[in-house]
């Protein structure tokens, strides 16, 4: 996909792996709605992002993911203002096991409302011109994260979620490729959970060894989530791909099984 003119929308875009994402589109021609809950990283990463792009070429947009009736609004005024939408990057998530029904509606529902949203403006089905949807997931979608139940269930619904509707997309003829990213452990303020207690909830147990297993295994530089977000950009290909994202492999793909057979649409 070339990605000069084309129209993405970004969430939890004001800092980490969103920020990252949000740069990179934008270096290579994109227009991005940066969309983030926190007001004043959103302003900042705009005013910072206006200093070497040009301001016309995104917009930040206040938005609580969860809220059904913001994120609608926010699709709404991305369209309006763009004229069309190309990518989407539901990337907003929480580690929060203390308020782990917060965590399950910004990690699992806010990403299946992004997703059906972007299907409405983008399909094919609709009158739309398809795109790339891609959700992020995390490698506790492949592997039961201990310190984290709740975590680890939404990004496994990430996974599960995306791969059956990126079947659907391919049966229906949406026209829209929907991935996943799996990255183990990246260089983003999310890391810092680990030592919030508030956060932890019970399993602040755990703290001491978390820290091990991020030292273990190492931390990523979110350019190369970045490299990742790219590939499935450009290969065309990839649809209901579960790309891993790791120190030790590098971005790498989880494979599966043959999947059930799908049934013939009439
Ligand atoms: N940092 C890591 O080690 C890994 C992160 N991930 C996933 O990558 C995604 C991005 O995480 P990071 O950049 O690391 O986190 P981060 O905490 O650095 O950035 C997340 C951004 O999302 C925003 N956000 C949070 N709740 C929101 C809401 N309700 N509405 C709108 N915006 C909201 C925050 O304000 C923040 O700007 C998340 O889905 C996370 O689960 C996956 C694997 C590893
Ligand atoms: C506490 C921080 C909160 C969230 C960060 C992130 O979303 C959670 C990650 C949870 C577990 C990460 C495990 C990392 C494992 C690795 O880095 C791998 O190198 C080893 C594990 C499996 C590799 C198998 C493969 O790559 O196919």
């Not at 539901?90 to 782990?100: D, L, P, Q, V």
């Not at 949807?133 to 994260?145: E, K, Q, R, T, Y």
Request: glycine share 10%.
């Amino acid at each position: 996909m070339d990605l000069t003119g084309k129209v993405a929308l970004v969430t939890g875009a004001a800092q980490g792996i969103g920020r990252s994402f949000s740069e990179a589109l934008l270096r290579h021609g994109a227009k991005v709605a940066l969309l983030d809950l926190n007001m004043s990283a959103g302003e900042a990463c705009k005013k910072a992002l206006d200093g070497e792009f040009d301001a016309a070429s995104s917009l930040f947009i206040a938005c609580d993911v969860g809220a059904e009736e913001e994120l609608k609004c926010a699709f709404k005024k991305t369209i309006e203002l763009f004229g069309s939408l190309d990518i989407v990057c539901n990337n907003a998530g929480i580690n929060n096991e203390h308020n782990w029904e917060q965590t399950i509606n910004v990690n699992l529902t806010s990403m299946i409302r992004g997703t059906y949203l972007a299907l409405d403006y983008m399909s094919k089905e609709n009158g739309g011109k398809g795109g790339v949807i891609v959700n992020m997931a995390s490698l506790a979608g492949i592997f039961p994260a201990a310190h984290g139940p709740v975590y680890t269930a939404t990004k496994h619904g990430v996974v599960g979620f995306t791969r059956a509707i990126a079947a659907t997309s391919k049966l229906l003829d949406y026209g829209v490729r929907i991935n996943t990213i799996c990255p183990a452990f990246v260089d983003t303020p999310l890391l810092n959970s680990v030592n919030q207690e508030q956060m932890m909830g019970r399993y602040y147990i755990f703290k001491d060894t978390v820290k091990k297993l991020i030292q273990h295994y190492g931390i990523l530089d979110p350019s190369l989530i970045v490299q990742g977000l790219m590939k499935i950009l450009q290969e065309e290909e990839l649809n209901g791909a579960v790309m891993k994202i790791t120190k030790s492999k590098g971005i790498h793909f989880e494979i599966y099984e043959t999947a059930l057979i799908q049934p013939e649409v009439k």
